[in-house]
Nanobody, 114 residues
Framework: QVQLVESGGRLVQAGGSLRLSCTVSGRTFSNLVMGWFRQAPGKEREFVAATNTYPADSVKGRFTISRDNAKNIVYLEMNTLKPEDTAVYYC????????????WGQGAQVTVSS
């Protein structure tokens, strides 16, 4: 059974930093492409960052994705947070060469106050 569990979401002030973690079980982690997505209230889910490509323009220079294959964890380091970064953040996994993400976490709420 594949599980992705996000943690680290909380309320933070604008300009602050936060690190999200996503722990993966049930799949060979080193064979996975990992991604982060987010969904703000009233908006569609959008891509944030992935381990095999460049981050979204809206977070470039502020957010960094990284992974620890020994611990089966992918991180999203978020700096210089803005109120518009407020959203539920989801991690996702797909196999190498797959077009679509196959597994999703339950989401972590990040709220940035102004």
């Amino acid at each position: 059974q594949v599980q992705l569990v996000e943690s680290g979401g909380r309320l933070v002030q604008a300009g602050g930093s936060l690190r999200l973690s996503c722990t993966v079980s049930g799949r060979t982690f080193s064979n996975l492409v990992m991604g982060w997505f987010r969904q703000a209230p009233g908006k569609e889910r959008e891509f944030v960052a992935a381990t095999n490509t460049y981050p979204a323009d809206s977070v470039k220079g502020r957010f960094t994705i990284s992974r620890d294959n020994a611990k089966n964890i992918v991180y999203l380091e978020m700096n210089t947070l803005k109120p518009e970064d407020t959203a539920v953040y989801y991690c996702a996994a797909k196999g190498l060469g797959r077009r679509e993400y196959e597994n999703w976490g339950q989401g972590a709420q990040v709220t940035v106050s102004s």
